[in-house]
């Protein structure tokens, strides 16, 4: 993803060495430790490897729109990179919590772990343990240093206070969202829709969206109305781009969602998707459907036919783009300079391209 930002290849540039600083840094210091910290060290540049760096470049952007000055541009471009090695740890933190060994079709950190075990004579139950131990250490390590980064920026006092308070927001948020998507998903209640919802909104709307362009809002010398503006518009996208997650779960391709077909089915995830489902008159229908998931292809597609014709797909899709109208309405009352607004805009575009 390019925003609307003027400098947008150069700062994806500056970001990029950002984050390669951060990795040389952290395999610096792991290196003289023993082979598997050095082996830590090279899964964890593997794992930052890739993505759009869209929430870094979130950063840059309100930055740049907000006619940001007072700071130094490599302090932009560390604070942005901080995100980036945020959703880094969250993401191997999650590949941790749902037992995933791959990521993007390659093996993760948990997944060259367990490998590694098994290549020194270990039976399954030791390897495994010894990939789960690298997942959570190597979030553990990406963490500290997305903080580092930022509680080390050489940017006034108040302004990194505040930086560092966002990325503490980010971290409970996510954490608290995270806990409540797993606890959802062992329950045999029905649950209620809301709790549901929220939990999708906590896990990615606060770190993905509301924080970088706070941050970027932030290290631009912003006031509080901006602040508050960028805040409950990352909150509604957010959520919109989760829910338009659930929906690629349940009937995306692969080549989309980086995973096989349906997984969120296979998986027995309780969705938001299917709450609604839950409450229509065909729920014994998709209930039925939706038992026989896992089983393969064929019963994937029958269960997608099933949440189709119950009208919980339509329903889930209405609720994504109301909520995207949510966020441009957001934007259409603020005081935002025109540039942040268009930059916003786009983006709200962008979210909305990808529902499948």
């Given amino acids: 993803m390019i925003f609307a ?3 947008a290849p150069t700062a994806r540039q500056e970001i990029e060495d950002a984050i390669e600083t951060s990795l040389e840094r952290l395999e610096h210091r792991l290196l003289p430790l023993g082979d598997g910290a050095h082996a830590l060290a090279s899964a964890i540049r593997r794992a930052t490897t890739g993505g759009k760096r869209f929430r870094p470049l979130l950063v840059a952007a309100a930055y740049d729109t907000l006619d940001g000055d007072g700071v130094n541009l490599s302090d932009l471009w560390r604070i942005s990179a901080a995100f980036e090695l945020l959703h880094t740890a969250f993401v191997v933190h999650d590949d941790v919590i749902d037992h995933d060994l791959e990521r993007r079709g390659i093996p993760n950190v948990g997944g060259e772990f367990r490998q590694r075990g098994l290549d020194k004579g270990a039976d399954e139950t030791g390897a495994s343990l010894l990939g789960t131990a690298a997942g959570i250490l190597a979030g553990d390590l990406l963490l500290h240093e997305a903080t580092r980064l ?7 006092a108040e302004r990194r206070a505040d930086l560092v308070t966002l990325v503490e ?8 969202g995270e806990l409540a998507d797993v606890e959802n998903s062992i329950t045999s209640a029905d649950l ?3 709790t549901i919802l929220q939990a999708t909104r906590d896990k990615t709307a606060v770190y993905s969206f509301s924080a970088p362009l706070q941050a970027g809002a932030v290290m631009a010398g912003a006031d509080d109305s901006t602040l508050h503006a960028l805040e409950r518009f990352g909150e509604r996208l957010g959520l919109a781009y989760q829910l338009i997650d659930d929906l690629i779960g349940a009937f995306g391709s692969p080549e989309v969602s980086g995973k096989d077909e349906g997984c969120d089915l296979r998986e027995a995830k309780k969705t938001h998707l299917i709450s609604l489902a839950r409450e229509t008159a065909s729920w014994p229908e998709v209930s039925e459907a939706l038992a026989q998931a896992h089983t393969g292809p064929v019963a994937i597609r029958v269960a997608q036919t099933a949440l189709a014709n119950s ?5 889930l899709e209405r609720l994504v783009y109301d909520t995207l109208d949510e966020a441009v309405n957001i934007v259409s009352l603020s005081t935002l300079p025109t540039e942040c607004k268009t930059m916003l ?3 709200v575009d962008m979210v909305a391209e990808r529902v499948p």
Avoid at 150 to 156: E, G, I, Q, R, T
Avoid at 169 to 176: E, G, K, L, P, R
Avoid at 311 to 315: D, F, I, L, P, T
């Fill in 5 to 7: 930002v003027p400098s």
């Fill in 169 to 176: 927001d980010a971290v409970i948020v996510s954490t608290a």
């Fill in 150 to 156: 930022v509680a080390l920026s050489n940017v006034p």
């Fill in 192 to 194: 209620d829709p809301m």
């Fill in 345 to 347: 805009i786009e983006l």
């Fill in 311 to 315: 009208g919980a797909r339509k329903a």
